[in-house]
């Protein structure tokens, strides 16, 4: 979310963000004018994570709605992570465009608390961060399953849920998959025979680092590279591992088309 001082109107935001080995943080954000629609503006944001600080600039912008004439506030972004909260705050300083001058950001990080495998049959209690979280079991986010930064459930094969924040939410009604496995009991050996057999490892799931594309097509973004690269990489080092592979468009854009990309 962003307010722009002193008006008292703020503008729901996502921002989603990867951060590679020399601790270069690229990403998209995506803003909504809140009295206005509808008027929104996706950019290409690019930085630096030094400690808890991040600092990020506008380097392009993806896509935009609204009647002619209209424009979005663009230039830097100075954040400060509360590891507690989960949450990313601090000030933009924009270019001297039209009004532009500076904004106010806060954002919240809804992540997997809990341990991410649980026992299978038992009642587990699975914890998440974020604010006025919502818990769906589609990603249609058709059927609603529970509210809250906690949820009780007895799960007896690996689940993924789709959480949602309440925390002035955008129009797109982002959701964030997350996954949770089952932990694998360790196998007893014989007494008089100890087996050497391995036991398997559980399932795990891996969510790739934000891989950008062109607005509209299935081209690549050069940023996209070492998101890309890091993953082949990972894949070379371990040849016998089976892979189940997901990915899904946002929702801008008309829905037909989505389905086709």
Same mark, same amino acid.
């Given at each position: 979310m962003e307010i722009n001082p002193p008006k008292p109107r703020f503008c729901p935001a996502v921002l989603t963000l990867r951060t590679d080995k020399d601790a270069t943080v690229t990403g998209v954000? /995506?803003?909504?004018?809140?009295?206005?629609s509808p008027i929104t503006g996706t950019f290409q944001v690019r930085g630096r994570s030094v400690g808890s600080t991040?600092?990020?600039?506008?380097?392009?912008?993806?896509?935009?709605?609204? !009647?002619?004439?209209?424009?979005w506030c663009q230039g830097t972004i100075s954040l400060t992570y509360d590891a507690a909260e989960e949450k990313l705050s601090? $000030?933009?300083?924009?270019?001297?465009?039209?009004?532009?001058? &500076?904004g106010l950001f806060t954002f919240y990080r809804l992540i997997l608390k809990s341990p991410a495998a649980v026992t299978a049959g038992t009642v587990s209690t699975l914890r998440v961060s974020g604010r006025d979280v919502r818990w769906f079991a589609d990603a249609?986010?058709?059927? #609603?399953?529970?509210?809250?930064? &906690? /949820? +009780?459930? *007895?799960?007896t094969k690996a689940t993924t849920f /789709?959480?949602?924040?309440?925390? /002035? !939410?955008? &129009? $797109?009604?982002?959701?964030?998959?997350?996954?949770?496995?089952?932990?694998?009991? @360790?196998?007893? *050996? @014989? +007494?008089?025979?100890? &087996? $050497?057999? $391995?036991?398997?490892? #559980?399932?795990?799931?891996?969510?790739? !680092?934000?891989?950008l594309f062109r607005t509209a097509t299935a081209d690549?973004? !050069?940023? +996209?590279? @070492?998101?890309?690269?890091q993953l082949a990489a990972q894949l070379k080092a371990q040849p016998v591992v089976r892979l189940r592979i997901a990915g899904h468009p946002d929702r801008i854009g008309e829905p037909a088309k989505n389905l086709v990309l």
């Open positions: 954000l /995506y803003e909504e004018e809140e009295y206005v991040l600092q990020l600039a506008h380097v392009g912008q993806l896509q935009q709605t609204g !009647p002619e004439g209209t424009y601090g $000030r933009a300083t924009y270019r001297p465009v039209g009004t532009c001058h &500076s249609a986010l058709q059927h #609603p399953i529970a509210q809250g930064n &906690s /949820y +009780s459930a *007895r799960l /789709y959480l949602t924040q309440g925390f /002035y !939410p955008t &129009s $797109r009604r982002t959701a964030t998959p997350i996954t949770v496995g089952i932990a694998v009991r @360790p196998q007893q *050996r @014989p +007494s008089a025979a100890p &087996s $050497r057999a $391995r036991v398997p490892a #559980p399932a795990q799931t891996a969510v790739l !680092p934000t891989v690549l973004l !050069p940023d +996209s590279g @070492p998101a890309l690269d």
